[in-house]
């Protein structure tokens, strides 16, 4: 007498292994099938949003139709896809799915975060001085290791680039970390001119790419001005022209003299004669 001995088939087994090779517009999903003794079939959902568990319903089916052939054997079969059209950025929720003709299986629900260029922002410098200003800014890193700098100029650049006027600091940068959270950073310059409009911006830069702030506009503190006598020349019986160098300090000035037959001491507003009697030489807003 002879028995016929063979194994019944049964449902499949799936389980989701991380993704791979994520670009900031791909990733490869991952999973593992077992057809147990069936023609098996695996593939992925894939959603921004969380459907709490895996089904065969939620977000985006990859690939849209059919899927990876895993056979009928009864071992475990690791499967790959990827998926594009991908938002930098973005965090996604995938699950491995396995079916063949007994049913269907589902794998949990695993995460990744597509990496992006830092998110960045550039805001008014605080304090100022005549000569000092902190530059300040903040970033997101995404993610991803990040660094973040500035770049200023007496020129309006138009729009913020890492070529226009000075470099703060001249090279390298404040580190900002690999968090998915905005990061405030600052830089104090110095060497500016009194009364003197620039124009500054922050950038950010990981290993997706570099992003560049809003430029902003600020004026350094006015200081009073500056002057100095210089000997009176071109003198007659009865006229003489006087001499004197003023540096404005950055804000608009004017200028005059005071003379007398008798020594003021020092020089004040109220000795003698005025020249001219009222108003005075505009010399600009200049800081030379």
């Known amino acids: 007498m002879f028995f016929a001995s063979w194994a019944s088939a049964a ?8 993704a791979t090779q994520i670009t900031i517009s791909s990733a490869l999903l991952n999973g593992v099938g077992s057809p147990q003794g069936e023609e098996t079939t695996g593939w992925f959902r894939l959603s921004t949003t969380d459907p709490g568990d895996c089904d065969d319903v939620f977000g985006t089916r990859v690939p849209a139709t059919d899927g990876t052939d895993l056979g009928t054997g ?7 896809i990827t998926a594009t059209g991908l938002v930098a950025g973005t965090t996604y929720h995938f699950c491995a799915i396995v079916s063949n003709a007994s049913g269907t299986a589902f794998g949990d629900v695993l995460t990744f975060t597509v990496p992006a260029p830092p998110l960045v922002d550039t805001t008014a410098p605080d304090p100022l001085g005549s000569t000092t200003a902190t530059l300040k800014g903040s970033a997101n ?9 500035f770049r200023y100029d007496d020129e309006d650049p138009g729009a913020c680039t890492d070529s226009f006027g000075t470099r703060a600091p001249s090279s390298g940068g404040t580190s900002l970390g690999a968090g998915s959270t905005e990061v405030a950073y600052t830089r104090s310059i110095s ?4 009364g003197k409009t620039y124009w500054a911006c922050a950038i950010a830069s990981n290993a997706y790419g570099t992003t560049f702030g809003d430029v902003v506009e600020f004026t350094t503190d006015a200081v009073a ?7 009176t020349t071109t003198i007659t019986s009865t006229t ?3 001499r004197g160098n003023a540096n404005p300090g950055g ?11 008798t020594s003021p001491g020092t020089c004040n507003d109220t000795f003698g004669t005025r020249a001219p009697t009222t108003g005075g030489e505009d010399i600009g807003s200049g800081n030379s």
Request: hydrophobic share 35%; proline share 10%; glycine share 4%.
């Open 11 to 18: 449902e499949p087994t799936a389980s989701t292994s991380a």
């Open 74 to 80: 009864t071992v475990n079969v690791p499967y790959s």
């Open 141 to 149: 890193p995404v993610g991803s290791s990040t660094s973040g700098w």
């Open 191 to 194: 060497n500016l001119l009194p």
């Open 225 to 231: 001005p500056t002057v100095s006598t210089y000997s």
């Open 240 to 242: 003489a022209t006087f």
């Open 251 to 261: 804000a608009s000035t004017s200028v005059w003299f005071r003379y007398a037959t």
